[in-house]
């Protein structure tokens, strides 16, 4: 089974877990790899390795930019072409790292001029997206699902340090982990953890299992069993 263990103490059981050799670690940044003493290895490493394997890849800066200022000039046509790019440019990241769902909100219940800007910018993503997969490229805020859409093997996962994981980066996870992955996902009964609430939901309805820690470094639970144990037990 894949496990997401939750817990308001992350690091501890982290660098339990780090050093057996049964899982690829990843974490999102150098500096936490370092802390647990492993190589760095990212969700987005392994996801751009999925890409290449496929013969895509992400595209470089320039290459995005021309491609958005071609994708402006033909979805909206305006007379300030770079202007409009860098104007819409963030929302369009924002768009795409959603999966292309505007902020889950009901579009039907924006006003006139609202609906409006969400039309442009559903006809923005659809001619940038195309242009750069004409030559095989995707923006970085895709990569995640883009990723996932290939069905990349399983392979057994320690994922640490992703504090407040995005939908995308789920999506890919869920992927991509094999059976006796592990995500330690930090959890307490506050409202600045409701994020992490519903991405375990989410993935208890993919079929992972919840292990709880408890208040000691090494104390484990299944939640809803009753019980608690020392040590993380293999399984």
């Known amino acids: 089974m894949r496990i997401v263990y939750t817990t308001s103490r992350p690091h501890p059981i982290s660098q339990q877990l780090a050093?057996?050799?049964?899982?690829?670690?990843?974490?999102?940044?150098?500096?936490?790899a370092r802390s647990l003493g492993v190589a760095h290895q990212s969700l987005e490493t392994l996801a751009v390795g999925v890409l290449g394997k496929h013969g895509w890849?992400?595209?470089p800066l320039l290459t995005a930019w021309r491609a958005l200022e071609t994708?402006?000039?033909?979805?909206?046509?305006?007379?300030?072409?770079?202007?409009?790019?860098?104007?819409?440019?963030?929302?369009?990241?924002?768009?795409?790292?959603?999966?292309?769902?505007?902020?889950?909100?009901?579009?039907?219940?924006?006003?006139?001029?609202?609906?409006?800007?969400?039309q442009e910018l559903q006809r923005l993503a659809k001619v940038y997206t195309a242009k750069l997969k004409q030559k095989r490229l995707v923006d970085k805020a895709e990569l995640f699902w883009h990723a996932a859409g290939f069905s990349p093997g399983?392979?057994?996962?320690?994922?640490?340090?992703?504090?407040?994981?995005?939908?995308?980066?789920?999506?890919?996870?869920?992927a991509v982990a094999g059976e006796g992955s592990i995500l330690v996902l930090p959890l307490v009964e506050e409202?600045?953890?409701?994020?992490?609430?519903?991405?375990?939901?989410?993935?208890?309805?993919?079929?992972?299992?919840?292990?709880?820690?408890?208040?000691g470094d090494g104390e484990t639970g299944r939640r809803g069993d009753g019980e608690e144990g020392e040590g993380w037990e293999e399984g």
């Open 191 to 215: 409202p600045l953890f409701d994020h992490n609430q519903k991405a375990l939901v989410w993935l208890q309805e993919q079929g992972w299992g919840e292990e709880t820690g408890g208040r």
């Open 57 to 59: 890849g992400l595209a």
């Open 71 to 118: 994708a402006v000039a033909e979805a909206i046509s305006p007379e300030d072409i770079p202007g409009t790019a860098r104007m819409w440019e963030p929302t369009l990241k924002e768009f795409l790292q959603g999966g292309g769902n505007f902020w889950h909100e009901d579009i039907t219940a924006l006003d006139a001029p609202n609906m409006v800007r969400v």
């Open 154 to 174: 399983s392979q057994p996962l320690l994922v640490c340090g992703y504090d407040f994981p995005r939908a995308d980066e789920l999506s890919f996870l869920n």
């Open 19 to 32: 050093h057996r050799p049964l899982w690829r670690v990843l974490t999102p940044t150098p500096q936490a």
